[in-house]
Nanobody, 127 residues
């Protein structure tokens, strides 16, 4: 059973930065990927970024490309999301999620492929 714990959320002014962390425990395989998703009030959960555990291939939503950077530390089983130039529209609960397999870039952006999810961490960007 994989368990995911997010940390690093908080309140920041527009233009500021935050770094989220997601620590995975119980993961015994090196394949697959970790993703970040977010959900704002009244909106559907949306893909933010993903990274493969082996090889470190990355995927980004167009809305965050150039501002957010996803990275991983395989030794610590931890994935990070560095968020720069934050905007009020980035305000949401951010979730990390784990998937055991890698598929097409389009499918990597779909939440149905991720079997394990963290509890979420709130990110609030004030204008």
């Amino acid at each position: 059973q994989v368990q995911l714990v997010e940390s690093g959320g908080g309140l920041v002014q527009a233009g500021g930065s935050l770094r989220l962390s997601c620590a995975a425990s119980g993961r015994t395989f090196r394949s697959g990927a970790m993703g970040w998703f977010r959900q704002a009030p009244g909106k559907e959960r949306e893909f933010v970024a993903a990274i493969t555990w082996s090889g470190g291939s990355t995927y980004y939503a167009d809305s965050v490309k150039g501002r957010f950077t996803i990275s991983r530390d395989n030794a610590k089983n931890t994935v990070y999301l560095q968020m720069d130039s934050l905007k009020p529209e980035d305000t949401a609960v951010y979730y990390c999620a784990d998937r055991a397999t890698i598929t097409t870039p389009q499918a990597m952006r779909q939440n149905w492929g991720y079997a394990y999810w963290g509890q979420g961490t709130q990110v609030t960007v004030s204008s």
